[in-house]
């Protein structure tokens, strides 16, 4: 099946609201939705390295730079429908190249992919959104990035279909999920061992179905996966590779607890970690999983959200996240990491007569499936991993931020974080990393 065909599905569904009333914002009418300009400088000090490998933190330590800047539009059609475009640009890098680590310590860096990957702008996102009111209850939208100002049905189905980012719709958190305002450990605003769909960016095109309700609500999402791993081209069609992912979200109160079930299949021409290592026995080399690579091998796995409001209108909060996935076949996608539990704290700067300001602190603890780990010992690389041999540990993660807003639309943020076991090496690190980030944004 190719992607295009899911395109007859949706025209008759779009048919049955045709004689629906139109949502309140004005037809025909592009909107400016917002903009954001993101600046973060990360020093990556010294690190006990009694060797190195091809995607090692850098012994002697590290200091990078990256700017991120973003553009966002959005216009109301007829039908309960929308159309939204988003133009990013991305400059600079990660400390240590983003290697070294499975939880990489800026959120904001491209990994190095392609060759040729550019400098310029580029679309992110240019997808239709239709939403079908299946009840009378309204709440507000603001204006903000893809969405358009006006109200919603309190219960609808949401369909989205064009070039998205995954993690827009799953896995969200309200204290642990956006890297230019919050933690920007990887670890801290997504869930690690979930390999979702993307390119090199981490964009990809598919299609997002939700049926929302005031007290929970399901998605269900089907993606293009990427030809190779951390690969900027995509799989051109969904019979043979393609990302899958359920979620079930339980959010009983309007400002209290929410709780995400999500598990997730992934279809790709994927390496062996097991194969891989039976081929360098053989021919005693190093193993390459990448040259293992085959049509139709899969991953599947789990993870577990939840975020818990304590005080403040919801502005100080707990929030955890648990996931799992099956670690047989190469990590694909996001970044090296097999297991993971991570957890921390939002402090509204509300206590110490800073409304605006917020503290954040976070911990994760990754690991990798046996056959991972084998492979990195045996001096596999990964994409992010590959220090040559491994003394396996888990990797341990901490990260502490402070984010000050001194004027509206703009907030500057002071961050640390510091690793154990780096790579999961026991014989490397620890690393210590001290950032800083600007973010502005109107």
Request: a neutral charge; zero cysteines; proline letters at 5%.
């Amino acid at each position: 099946m190719r992607f295009a065909s899911i395109f007859p599905l949706l025209a008759g569904a779009l048919a049955l609201a045709s004689a629906a009333h139109a949502d309140d914002a004005p037809l025909f009418i592009p909107q400016w939705l917002g903009a954001q300009y993101t600046f973060v400088a990360q020093h990556q000090g010294t690190v006990h390295s009694p060797y190195a490998g091809p995607l090692s933190l850098r012994k002697q330590g590290d200091t990078a730079r990256s700017h991120t800047f973003g553009a966002y539009f959005g216009v109301a059609l007829p039908a309960h429908l929308a159309f939204y475009v988003d133009v990013e640009m991305f400059r600079g890098e990660g400390v240590s190249g983003a290697t070294g680590l499975g939880g990489l310590t800026n959120g904001d860096v491209i990994r190095a992919g392609v060759a040729g990957l550019g400098r310029g702008a580029y679309v992110a996102r240019r997808y239709l959104q239709w939403s079908l009111p299946l009840g009378d209850g309204r709440e507000t939208v603001e204006r903000s990035q893809d969405h358009l100002p006006g109200t919603q049905a309190t219960q609808r189905l949401d369909v989205k279909l064009g070039k998205m980012a995954v993690n827009d719709d799953f896995d969200r958190n309200r204290y642990a999920n956006g890297t230019r305002t919050q933690f920007m450990n990887w670890d801290l605003f997504n869930t690690t061992s979930w390999d979702f769909a993307a390119d090199t960016r981490g964009y990809t095109e598919g299609l997002m179905l939700a049926w929302v309700n005031p007290a929970w609500t399901l998605r269900y999402g089907v993606y293009r996966m990427p030809y190779e791993a951390n690969g900027q081209r995509l799989e051109s069609s969904l019979r043979h590779a393609r990302g899958e992912q359920w979620q079930l979200s339980l959010h009983p109160h309007p400002d209290g607890w929410v709780l995400r079930l999500l598990a997730f299949r992934n279809r790709a021409r994927m390496g062996s970690y097991r194969d891989a290592i039976a081929q360098a026995l053989a021919t005693g080399q190093a193993p390459d999983v990448h040259a293992d690579d085959r049509p139709g091998r899969r991953k599947y796995g789990w993870a577990i959200n939840g975020e818990l409001p304590l005080a403040d209108n919801g502005d100080t909060g707990l929030f955890a996240r648990m996931g799992w996935n099956d670690g047989r076949n190469e990590s694909f996608v996001f970044t090296e990491v097999d297991r993971t539990v991570s957890g921390g704290f939002q402090l509204s700067g509300a206590h110490w007569g800073r409304s605006a300001d917020h503290l954040g602190v976070g911990f994760a603890l990754d690991a990798l499936s046996r056959p991972h780990r084998e492979y990195l010992e045996l001096g596999g690389t990964g994409f992010v991993l590959g220090d040559g041999a491994l003394n396996y540990a888990h990797e341990e993660i901490a990260e502490l931020y402070y984010s000050w807003a001194p004027v509206a639309h703009l907030t500057l943020s002071p961050d640390f974080q510091w690793v154990r076991h780096p790579g999961y090496n026991r014989d490397r690190g620890p690393a210590e990393f001290a950032g800083v980030r600007a973010h502005v944004e109107f």
